[in-house]
């Protein structure tokens, strides 16, 4: 057996074996800065590499072995795995031309705090379970809070608080659970859930994982903008309430994911208000952006109307997945849906209320550390760059919009909202169909679908680390040569790809 950080010939990256230091300072040290290596050539490489993979079903894990290894293997023989098998298995979602459902973006510094919060291995689900991790959550949120202009009724210190879940899904369900729960107390009716007919799928699952039936959620029309009604809201609550249901949560979406529509949450808020409902906003997409003065009335205004509030900096805001930030006005309506605290988890601080023990408003018990990467991010990029990119971004997508719109063959389906568009081909469906996959297959590109107003779209939202404004060009130089040259084009040969199939 070798001692730990030992190197055999021709295998000095190989970690000890059964007997060895899984800690093996040296070899972590050493295979570490090749991790980091192989990294960074991998953002480099990202520009010369299609956006999508063209791997069939199956054919990943066909090329895997069946069983895991029983001796040790090399780095070198997982990353040379890596290069051959996975890497042409994924979408490359930080690649310049990945214009596909919403960003994911990420950033050094936040990658550097991902692997800071790995390495320090804690576990926060308790404030003394390691309490700069709760503490610096709350600081770092609140700075967020701060920077978007948001309310200080979600500063943590009075009623409210905010916090980083996984993601925008799972911050709505724990909201959702508190609401229900704070209805409980009004009657015996069936709870009701509100929101437009474009709100997020994660309304409807969170309402199913809370146990509301399918027929206690309503969707609500949306006006030509794809902006909730507020008059087909209050219409809907009344009907509920006359017939001795409970109106129990409304959800305004602030940036929805077809078209980056934005309800007019003071409305909202308004109704939600008179009926006793709790007003949830997601803003998991848009939110980020009210970073920008010029553009934070559109986003926050009616937030002080607002239980919770909602925003993903791991969407365009160079956080890398998962950070979802969740502002409370009432942490008490919250935890004490959530909180079951066995004698395991009772501690003197935390029982007296002195401190917040982050794991009672969220689903799981255990917590990661992700409050690094948002600090780090904040303080090694800084509020100033983080505005730019936005503008930036909004000012690229107008200029984008300007060109689809000088083609007479194209329609702008709905107009930019900050840094998403949609556009169709004025032929019809089939022809957006047909250029969509054409355009997706040719490589350097990824744009994915939406249905505005019943038709079928391409939607383009910006917002990539890597993406700069000749990427724009360059996409939209290839759409437009696409649609002139019909099915003829050169490209990726054609072939079945799960990208080209539409409803
Ligand atoms: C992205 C998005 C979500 C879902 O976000 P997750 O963090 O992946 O759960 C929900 N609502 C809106 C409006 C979104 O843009």
């Known amino acids: 057996m070798r001692e730990p950080g030992e190197e055999k010939d021709g295998e000095p990256d190989r970690w000890p074996g059964a007997g060895g230091l899984?800690?093996?300072?040296?070899?972590?040290?050493?295979?570490?800065?090749?991790?980091?290596?192989?990294?960074?050539?991998y953002w480099a490489s990202l520009p010369g590499r299609p956006?999508?993979?063209?791997?069939?079903?199956?054919?990943?894990?066909?090329?895997?072995?069946?069983?895991?290894?029983?001796?040790?293997?090399?780095l070198a023989a997982v990353l040379g795995d890596l290069d051959r098998i996975i890497v042409p298995g994924l979408t490359h979602w930080q690649h310049p031309g990945f214009f596909a459902y919403f960003p994911a973006n990420a950033s050094g510094p936040s990658i550097l705090g991902e692997l800071l919060s790995a390495g320090l291995g804690i576990q926060g689900m308790l404030w003394t379970t390691?309490?700069?991790?709760?503490?610096?959550?709350?600081?770092?949120?609140?700075?967020?809070?701060?920077?978007?202009?948001?309310?200080?009724?979600?500063?943590?210190?009075?009623?409210?608080?905010?916090?980083?879940?996984d993601s925008a899904s799972s911050g709505l369900l724990c909201c959702l659970v508190a609401a229900r729960e704070r209805a409980a107390a009004d009657g015996t009716g069936q709870r009701i859930v509100y929101a437009s007919a474009d709100a997020h799928s994660s309304v409807v699952k969170g309402a199913k994982i809370a146990g509301f039936p399918a027929a206690a959620i309503r969707r609500i029309e949306t006006d030509s903008?794809?902006?909730?009604?507020?008059?087909?809201?209050e219409a809907a609550i009344r009907d509920d309430s006359a017939a001795g249901q409970i109106?129990?949560?409304?959800?305004?979406?602030?940036?929805?994911?077809?078209?980056?529509?934005?309800?007019?949450?003071?409305?909202?808020?308004?109704?939600?208000?008179?009926?006793?409902?709790?007003?949830?906003?997601?803003?998991a997409w848009a939110g980020t952006a009210a970073i920008c003065p010029e553009l934070r009335p559109?986003?926050?205004?009616?937030?002080?109307?607002?239980?919770?509030?909602?925003?993903?900096?791991?969407?365009?805001?160079?956080?890398?997945?998962?950070?979802?930030?969740?502002?409370?006005?009432?942490?008490?309506?919250?935890?004490?849906?959530?909180?079951?605290?066995?004698?395991?988890?009772?501690?003197?601080?935390?029982?007296?209320?002195?401190v917040v023990d982050y794991s009672d408003w969220q689903v799981p018990l255990g917590r990661r550390f992700r409050a690094l990467k948002l600090w780090m991010v904040?303080?090694?990029?800084?509020?100033?760059?983080?505005?730019?990119?936005?503008r930036d971004h909004v000012a690229w997508t107008s200029e984008f919009t300007d060109l689809?719109?000088?083609?007479?063959?194209?329609?702008?389906?709905?107009?930019?909202?900050?840094?998403?568009?949609?556009?169709?081909?004025?032929?019809?469906?089939?022809?957006?169909?047909?250029?969509?996959?054409?355009?997706?297959?040719?490589?350097?590109?990824?744009?994915?679908?939406?249905?505005?107003?019943?038709?079928?779209?391409?939607?383009?939202?910006?917002g990539g680390t890597l993406t700069g404004r000749a990427d724009l060009l360059d996409a939209w130089e290839l759409i437009s040569a696409m649609s002139r040259a019909g099915g003829n084009e050169p490209g990726r040969p054609e072939g079945p790809s799960p990208f080209s199939r539409f409803p």
């Open 51 to 74: 956006v999508l993979s063209d791997v069939e079903p199956g054919e990943v894990a066909a090329r895997l072995p069946a069983a895991a290894p029983e001796t040790p293997e090399s």
């Open 247 to 283: 109106p129990c949560f409304v959800v305004a979406t602030v940036g929805t994911t077809a078209r980056g529509a934005i309800d007019p949450v003071p409305a909202i808020g308004a109704i939600a208000r008179r009926y006793g409902a709790w007003l949830h906003v997601d803003a």
């Open 378 to 390: 904040l303080r090694m990029i800084g509020a100033e760059s983080l505005r730019q990119r936005v």
């Open 298 to 354: 559109r986003i926050v205004d009616g937030a002080e109307l607002a239980d919770s509030w909602g925003t993903n900096p791991h969407k365009s805001m160079l956080v890398n997945f998962d950070c979802h930030c969740l502002w409370i006005a009432s942490r008490h309506a919250l935890a004490s849906a959530l909180t079951t605290k066995p004698d395991y988890l009772s501690t003197a601080v935390g029982d007296a209320g002195v």
């Open 225 to 233: 903008a794809g902006r909730l009604r507020p008059d087909c809201l």
């Open 130 to 165: 390691s309490p700069a991790a709760s503490e610096l959550e709350g600081v770092v949120v609140d700075w967020l809070r701060q920077l978007l202009g948001l309310p200080d009724r979600f500063r943590l210190g009075g009623d409210g608080g905010g916090m980083i879940q």
């Open 22 to 41: 899984p800690f093996d300072p040296e070899a972590f040290r050493r295979e570490g800065r090749v991790v980091i290596d192989w990294i960074a050539d």
């Open 404 to 462: 689809v719109a000088a083609d007479p063959a194209f329609e702008i389906l709905s107009s930019p909202s900050l840094a998403l568009v949609t556009f169709a081909l004025r032929e019809g469906d089939a022809a957006t169909a047909g250029l969509l996959a054409r355009v997706n297959r040719a490589g350097p590109v990824f744009f994915s679908h939406a249905r505005v107003g019943g038709r079928l779209a391409i939607r383009m939202a910006v």
